[in-house]
T-cell receptor, first 114, second 114 residues
Framework: SAVISQKPSRDICQRGTSLTIQCQVDSQVTMMFWYRQQPGQSLTLIATANQGSEATYESGFVIDKFPISRPNLTFSTLTVSNMSPEDSSIYLC???????????FGPGTRLTVL | AQKVTQAQTEISVVEKEDVTLDCVYETRDTTYYLFWYKQPPSGELVFLIRRNSFDEQNEISGRYSWNFQKSTSSFNFTITASQVVDSAVYFCALIEDSNYQLIWGAGTKLIIKP
């Protein structure tokens, strides 16, 4: 497994502002992912954070709204831009080492947009 | 297409009762992996188990056990002598060997009453 931390753990933001969420892993990992979990729902993959290149976004998610950085093999950020109340969710990062076929999750960031 | 079905939206039992959470999956791949994750009220996703498609042995870990049946495409999870701390949402998920993306069930909310 891996030790994964996320900052902030929760935040309350105003409509139209942006929030950057950080994900830090205690060791190098091949794959890092960002998920959204809307209230009472299952998880939806936003994108795969690729080290040294642009993230790969899933259908329905775009870079302008959810810019992602991954400067190295242990760190990634997700920005939720121009927020609206519909963005209120838990945002989770997960990691997977090559060949492990198991994703481990960070503690999540609980975002409320007013 | 891949699909994971958790038909039980919510289950409520009294402490010390046994409870089984159902998971049925669909895939055309012969190689795939099945997972169970626990999400307590804190929001963190906790990895419980991974099972690959070639290993149909049942698994027991303390009060937790898993029954993998390829004939019925099911991967059910049983908690024996349930405890209040088992209260959480439990997710079943699937990854096909050819695809990194986790396919999630809708989750089952388990409530253990004291």
């Amino acid at each position: 497994s891996a030790v994964i931390s996320q900052k902030p753990s929760r935040d309350i933001c105003q409509r139209g502002t942006s929030l950057t969420i950080q994900c830090q892993v205690d060791s190098q990992v091949t794959m890092m992912f960002w998920y959204r979990q809307q209230p009472g729902q299952s998880l939806t993959l936003i994108a795969t954070a690729n080290q040294g290149s642009e993230a790969t976004y899933e259908s329905g998610f775009v870079i302008d709204k959810f810019p992602i950085s991954r400067p190295n093999l242990t760190f990634s950020t997700l920005t939720v831009s121009n927020m609206s109340p519909e963005d209120s969710s838990i945002y989770l990062c997960s990691v997977e080492r090559r060949g492990a076929d198991t994703q481990y999750f960070g503690p999540g960031t609980r975002l409320t947009v007013l | 297409a891949q699909k994971v079905t958790q038909a039980q939206t919510e289950i409520s039992v009294v402490e010390k009762e046994d409870v089984t959470l159902d998971c049925v999956y669909e895939t055309r791949d012969t190689t795939y992996y099945l997972f169970w994750y626990k999400q307590p009220p804190s929001g963190e996703l906790v990895f419980l188990i991974r099972r690959n498609s070639f290993d149909e042995q049942n698994e027991i870990s303390g009060r937790y056990s898993w029954n993998f049946q390829k004939s019925t495409s099911s991967f059910n999870f049983t908690i024996t002598a349930s405890q209040v701390v088992d209260s959480a949402v439990y997710f079943c998920a699937l990854i096909e060997d050819s695809n990194y993306q986790l396919i999630w069930g809708a989750g089952t909310k388990l409530i253990i009453k004291p």
